[in-house]
């Protein structure tokens, strides 16, 4: 399934990543949603490789700059600048504090536990058709 991009900013980055190394490129044209980059890798120095080079890569061919890094790995975070993390994790002594919950668009992640949490809202409504008729077509 491909991430949802608008095709502007889909053929932007691709641009800019089609000159770079194939893990570089599947990055981006698999691994983005509007403007997150969400993956997942075995190890933490292939994760640091890769961040950093999709910095690298945005920065020099597209004039993007990647910031606001989250991660769940205290050690991923603290081979980037501290301008280059999220606001939450800037103020953070990685080694001591306990990381937070991130919340972003759509999911919030207990960056601690690895887990997603998913806060879902049905606000009341009557049980009346027009009630029923609602709650359905917003489903839809």
Same mark, same amino acid.
């Given at each position: ?6 095709? &502007?900013?889909k ?8 000159r770079?190394?194939e893990d ?5 044209c698999?691994n $983005? %949603?509007?403007?997150d +980059? ?5 190890s ?10 999709? &910095?690298?890569?945005? +920065?020099? &061919?597209?004039?993007?700059?990647l910031?606001?890094i989250?991660s ?5 975070m603290?081979? $980037?600048? *501290?301008?280059?993390l999220? *606001? ?6 990685l ?10 668009? +759509? ?5 601690s536990?690895?887990? $997603?949490?998913f806060?879902?809202? $049905?606000?009341?409504k009557?049980?009346?058709?027009? +009630?029923?008729y609602i709650?359905?077509?917003q %489903?839809?």
């Amino acid at each position: 399934m491909q991430p949802h991009l608008p095709p &502007q900013k889909k053929n932007r980055l691709r641009k800019c990543v089609e000159r770079a190394d194939e893990d570089a490129q599947k990055y981006v044209c698999d691994n $983005f %949603c509007v403007d997150d +980059g969400l993956i997942s890798l075995k190890s933490r120095k292939e994760a640091v490789k890769l961040q950093k080079k999709i &910095q690298e890569v945005l +920065g020099k &061919q597209g004039n993007l700059q990647l910031h606001k890094i989250v991660s769940n790995s205290p050690d991923l975070m603290a081979a $980037f600048k *501290k301008e280059d993390l999220d *606001k939450e994790m800037k103020s953070l002594d990685l080694d001591k504090d306990k990381l937070p919950v991130h919340t972003s668009t +759509g999911p919030s992640w207990d960056l601690s536990s690895d887990v $997603f949490i998913f806060n879902i809202n $049905f606000p009341e409504k009557p049980d009346t058709r027009k +009630g029923i008729y609602i709650d359905v077509t917003q %489903c839809l």
